[in-house]
């Protein structure tokens, strides 16, 4: 008696993985992206019950900087979540990520100079020099500029490898950000405390798996000669062929 085995069934069927990112999966967390200014806007306002903020200048100025705070964070999640769990066409939502991270750091930046200093531009330029904490917030702003102008595919094509090694800069971007947000907060630092362990979650793992990667792994005879190298090259040539 022979059993057939049940026919796995497609979420979207007549859609390839491209027109889903494409057509249902960028559409749907470029609207998930702009949720954070309607929660902002519920907060600020008192809508659907919340209590309005104390002081709405400093409020958006968190609330804006903690929201490009995660998506820097999610930008680097996108790697271990596309090898852990496969999800091989993962990264095509990165370049969205990346952009709303500046975007909501610009807006950060935005309700500091206009509505905080009411564009005081010499006392900007003094915050930055004496207060280190603007300092470091200032600097990660600078350098998601770079990242923000080459996020297309023209200038991909354009930079070729130098393009990669440019947005290694979100390693450091990162490091900024959580410890621009550790200095503000002052008082209760559990969070940006919080926010810490998973950046040092995220860069740990690429640390190890580089060094994984780096490892010589011994080399296993089979019989006719071959080795576990040799074995694994023409597994591959197999599967590729």
């Known amino acids: 008696m022979t059993t057939t085995s049940p026919t796995r069934t497609r979420p979207f069927p007549g859609l390839n993985v491209e027109r889903r990112y494409r057509l249902l999966y960028k559409p749907a967390v470029f609207l998930a992206s702009l949720m954070p200014i309607g929660w902002i806007a519920s907060h600020l306002l008192g809508w659907f019950g919340f209590l309005p903020a104390v002081d709405p200048v400093k409020f958006l100025e968190l609330e804006f900087g903690q929201t490009a705070l995660n998506f820097i964070l999610l930008t680097l999640l996108i790697t271990p979540a596309r090898q852990l769990a496969g999800l091989t066409h993962l990264p095509r939502l990165r370049r969205m990520l990346g952009l709303f991270a500046f975007f909501y750091a610009a807006l950060h930046f935005t309700v500091y100079v206009v509505l905080d200093l009411d564009l005081n531009w010499r006392m900007v330029v003094a915050d930055i020099i004496k207060r280190p904490y603007i300092t470091v917030g200032f600097t990660a702003l600078l350098l998601l500029i770079p990242l923000a102008v080459t996020?297309?595919?023209r200038m991909m094509r354009r930079l070729g490898k130098r393009w990669t090694k440019l947005h290694r800069l979100v390693y450091l971007i990162a490091i900024?950000?959580?410890?621009?947000?550790?200095w503000q907060v002052k008082l209760d630092v559990r969070e940006p405390l919080l926010y810490a362990l998973i950046l040092a979650l995220l860069l740990g793992y690429r640390v190890v798996?580089?060094?994984r990667k780096r490892t010589p792994r011994p080399a296993t005879t089979h019989p006719g000669g071959m080795t576990g190298r040799t074995v694994a090259a023409a597994c591959d040539d197999?599967?590729?062929a």
């Open 238 to 240: 197999i599967h590729t």
């Open 209 to 211: 798996r580089s060094l």
């Open 176 to 182: 900024l950000g959580v410890w621009h947000y550790y």
């Open 151 to 153: 996020s297309t595919q």
